[in-house]
Every structure is written in structure tokens, then in C-alpha cells.
């Protein structure tokens, strides 16, 4: 429980911060940050979802340090989506993300929100309390690339 | 203080957790695994950097934020440093991180010990805390990258 309160303080601690500390010295950069915190995060989730699965053992210390990982970065590409860089993309992301803003954030925002039930679950030591809550949040993931990412 | 003992904790928790988490599916992941981590590593670090310098105004709130970043972020590099992955490697890293790896190791362990200083330092909320702090950690990335990446 202790592990979660600092986790979710973490994650609430970054949003606070992070905009305003938020500054690229060029778009490509906001480019390249935005989608290396994707990559790691999603090496990290991956491996969780590899359990989650049942394509690798559970390993509840092994899942719970990934999630925490994953918690930690959660906020992190979203201030490389900034205004701007659309045309700068060599990735996947749709212009609308800008036209849509306010849907986009949204979806962040539900993404953060399931991430901090996420993190306590991963602490349970329990893949049946894992399972619905990786699920939770592997669908805010999938709104999202759903609506503003090309496949 | 509190934040300090958050994030020294969480330092460790990684240090512990991550060796055996660290799977990748293919070669190729590890390395742009290590490449994304220190990306996004080097941009926190470099915001600070540039109030460090003078080149942009010191704001204690966001230098604190940055390098809460960076310190949760310290260890997850090197997990990507696996065997096998310098001849797939088309970045900078030079082969004697393999052939020298207890030294890379130190080096790494090196830049971990200073973070956690920093990351006390950044929450005094003092220029003059923070300049020598940072320049400590930032000497041990310069060794680092003399001996193990090319230019």
C-alpha cells in the first residue's frame, strides 16, 4: 500500500510539473521523446501483458516492477505532442491530435486514471487481480491508438 | 526529504527488479530500448543542464521534476546493454562495453550513486545546491561515454 501511495504521487507529481518543464530545444525532439517514452513504456507493459497472456510465468515481483515502470513514464510522451510537430512526424501519429485536442487529452487522462488502480493491483501478488486491471488500461491504450495513431 | 527517500527507494526497487525483467523479443529492441531510455534521459537532464548554466532561468520546482525523471529512469538503460548486440547496434556504443562490461558496470553504478545525491540536492531549492550535484552526475555520463561510445 505504501508502494502504491508513492507511485500514484509520482504519477501526480509529474503531471503537476511536467508542463511547464516541458521545453524541446527543436520539433524533431518533441518527435523522438514522444515516441522513445512510447517505445520503453511499451517494452515494459509488453512483458506484463506476456503474463497477463499466459505466454510467460507469472512473476508478481518481475510484473510489479514493470508496472511501476510503466507508472512512472505514463505522463511522459504527452508533452511531446506539441503543437506543431505534425508535419515533423516520421511516425504514426494523425493530425488529429491537434484538431481533437481536448478527446486526445482525455484519453491520456483515462489512461493515468487506470494506470494508478494498475499499480496497486500489480502489488496484490495475485494474476486474477492483475488480469482485469492490465486490461482496464490496455483499452485506454487502444482508444487512443484506435482514434490517433495509423496502423 | 520525504521525495528524497521516494526516490532513492525507487532507485533501488528498479536496481533489484530489472535484471530479471529485462527481456527483449529480439536483439533489435534492446538496442533501441537503450537508445530511447537515454534519449528521453538526456532531455530531463539536459533542462537542468540549462539552468545549470545559466542558459535558462533556474526554476526549483521544474529542475526537481526533471531530475525525479531522470532518477527513476537511471537504471533502465543498461538492461538494454545485452550480449550479442553490438554487431546489430546502429548507434554509438563500442564494443568494449562487452569485452569490459565490470568497468561499464562501475561506471553505470558510478552515475546511479551520484543520482541519488542530485536528487536531494534538486529539492533544496538552491541554485548553488543543485550546480555541484549535477556536475558530479554529469561527469560520471562524460566517463562513460568517453570510454564506451563513439563520437
Known amino acids: 500500500m505504501q508502494k502504491f501511495i508513492l507511485a500514484a504521487t509520482a504519477v501526480t507529481a ?30 515494459h507493459f509488453g512483458r506484463v501483458g506476456a503474463m497477463v497472456q499466459g505466454k510467460a510465468p507469472y512473476d508478481a515481483a518481475a510484473a510489479a516492477a514493470n508496472i511501476e515502470v510503466v507508472a512512472s513514464m505514463a505522463k511522459l510522451p504527452f508533452a511531446g505532442f506539441v503543437e506543431g510537430t505534425s508535419s515533423t512526424e516520421k511516425g504514426k501519429s494523425k493530425a488529429d491530435i491537434w484538431t481533437k485536442r481536448a478527446k486526445f487529452d482525455e484519453g491520456a487522462k483515462a489512461m493515468q486514471d487506470a494506470m494508478v488502480k494498475l499499480v496497486a493491483a500489480s502489488k496484490a501478488n495475485n494474476l486474477d487481480t492483475l488480469k482485469p486491471a492490465f486490461g ?4 485506454t491504450c487502444k482508444g487512443c491508438h484506435d482514434d490517433f495513431r495509423n496502423q
Open 136 to 139: 482496464d488500461v490496455g483499452k
Open 14 to 43: 509529474l503531471a503537476i510539473a511536467l508542463p511547464a518543464a516541458a521545453q524541446f530545444q527543436k520539433p524533431e525532439d518533441a518527435v523522438k521523446y514522444r515516441q522513445s517514452s512510447m517505445f520503453v513504456i511499451g517494452q
